[in-house]
């Protein structure tokens, strides 16, 4: 297999750095620049002593140069903060690469979303037009002829996969739905902050932006898509002492009185060519130790008799599936390779 350059721009947060494990070992991809403005001149092995020894480690650090870069690498993958990344973006295609962008600058399609959302006017609008939602069980044809895939975000990865076949089968009411999420600590970024350290969230369980959560309109966009209707959800994260990992609990109402098997055997036929999504058996719901490190969603369901909702539970981890490992997902698309090639690892247990 002829390899690929690819190319990670912002590589000192958690994104980054999963991208470099993930890429590390990729057979079709080698990782041909990695930049950072503060660490420039720096080998990953030095940021990351982890990564001695590795295919990888030797590598050195540059100064986000998008010509240089892009005369170099095919891909670009874009792991720096919303507000930055579109520039940078329009830079690197401007050169001719070809981008996967981590952060949500071109994942709403409306750009007054984006401004009402994330507090800043979309400088790249001309650019909204071509970028393609990265999530590969939608839109797997329209991300392998793309050049700027939106990567989407980590809670929506876990809640969209949930709802949308029930919402494009209608086999629950588009109103009234509530996600109910639980996100480990990586999910806040590596940057730090008081309400991300040791003592402020170990042996602690909080709840956090509710009815304000910048991930709520790329929920609401897609959903709506799978409805054919504009629709509003409830959406209430919180925040757990662990690493990584999302559990996303979802409560919907049922159009009709329907048994959880036949449940699961249209979301198995929704996602029957669709290798990541796992669909538990009757008594079996997801734990985030079953997923870590993987590009696994898993799928569990419970009809509620008493009340007529369906309450379904997903589980992904949020760096992997919610982040880097989808962004590779992409690439390979992008690249004409098996969506799962590279990614095909067993999860971390325990």
């Known amino acids: 297999m002829q390899k690929k350059n690819v190319a990670v721009v912002g590589v000192t947060g958690y994104t980054g750095m999963e991208l470099i494990r993930i890429l590390n070992v990729h057979p079709g991809f080698e990782i041909g620049a990695v930049t950072s403005r503060s660490e420039a001149g720096r080998a990953l092995q030095e940021l990351f002593p982890a990564m001695q020894g590795t295919r990888s480690g030797s590598i050195a650090v540059t100064f986000p140069d998008p010509e240089l870069v892009a005369r170099d690498c095919e891909i670009v993958f874009l792991a720096v903060p919303h507000g930055a990344a579109m520039d940078m973006a329009a830079a690197f295609l401007d050169q001719g690469s070809r981008v996967v962008d981590l952060s949500a600058d071109f994942r709403l399609r409306d750009p007054g979303e984006y401004a009402t959302w994330y507090g800043l006017e979309h400088g790249r609008q001309e650019r909204l037009k071509e970028a393609v939602y990265g999530l590969p069980e939608i839109y797997r044809e329209q991300i392998a002829a793309a050049n700027l895939v939106a990567n989407p975000g980590c809670y929506p990865s876990s809640v969209i996969l949930a709802l949308y076949p029930g919402l494009k089968k209608e086999l629950f009411h588009a109103e009234g739905i509530i996600a109910d999420s639980k996100s480990g600590t990586s999910g806040a970024g590596r940057v730090a902050k008081t309400g991300t350290l040791f003592c402020e969230v170990a042996d602690s369980f909080r709840a956090y932006s509710l009815g304000s959560h910048r991930h709520t309109p790329e929920m609401e966009q897609e959903l709506s898509l799978a409805s054919g209707r504009d629709m ?46 796992r669909i538990m058996p009757e008594g079996v ?48 698309l992008m690249s004409g390779y098996d969506l799962d090639l590279g990614l095909d690892a067993a999860p971390l247990m325990p």
């Open 285 to 332: 719901l997801p734990e985030t130790r079953w997923v870590r490190g993987t590009m696994f969603c898993d799928l569990g369901f419970v009809h509620d008799q008493r009340t007529g909702r369906l309450i379904i539970v997903s589980c992904i981890d949020n760096l992997c599936r919610g982040a880097s490992g989808q962004a590779v997902a992409n690439a390979n």
């Open 232 to 277: 509003r959800l409830s959406f209430s994260p919180h925040l757990v002492p662990m690493n990584r990992g999302i559990l996303s609990t979802c409560y919907v109402d049922l159009r009709s009185s329907i048994q959880t098997e036949e449940i699961r055997k249209a979301y198995r036929e929704f996602y029957k060519d669709s290798p990541w999504v």
